[in-house]
């Protein structure tokens, strides 16, 4: 069963940073383009950002120019690094395969206030 994990999430002021990662096995993560989801309260959970094994990026547009996503193909971990956080940052950030599958991790919470 694939396990996902992520981890660094926390509360953050306005305009703050935070770096997320998340370590996936294997046998996925180097055949896989991987990605970044978040799920707001009351919202569907949507992709922010993605990175092909070549290491091709994709991004919500929202988030243009404040996340950058990369990979580390000897850690098997994928990063979102997240500058210039807002409000409507907020959310469980969790990662998967693009597209995702069964099962979800836990994610990891993510709250920018002030």
């Known amino acids: ?3 996902l994990v992520e981890s660094g999430g926390g509360l953050v002021q ?22 970044w989801y978040r799920q707001a309260p009351r919202k569907q959970r949507e992709l922010v950002a993605a990175i092909s094994s070549f290491g091709s990026t994709n991004y ?8 950058a996503i990369s990979r580390d193909s000897a850690k098997n971990t994928v990063y979102l690094q997240m500058n210039s956080l807002k409000p409507e940052d907020t959310a ?3 990662c998967n395969t693009v597209p995702s599958a069964d099962p979800w991790g836990q994610g990891t919470q993510v709250t920018v206030s002030s």
Do not use: E, H
């Not at 998340?22 to 993560?29: D, E, L, T």
């Not at 919500?60 to 996340?67: E, N, P, T």
């Open 60 to 67: 919500l547009d929202s988030v243009k120019g404040r996340f």
């Open 92 to 94: 469980v950030y969790y």
């Open 14 to 35: 306005p305009g703050g940073s935070l770096r997320l990662s998340c370590a996936a096995p294997g046998s996925i993560f180097r055949l896989k383009t991987m990605g």
């Open 1 to 3: 069963q694939v396990q």
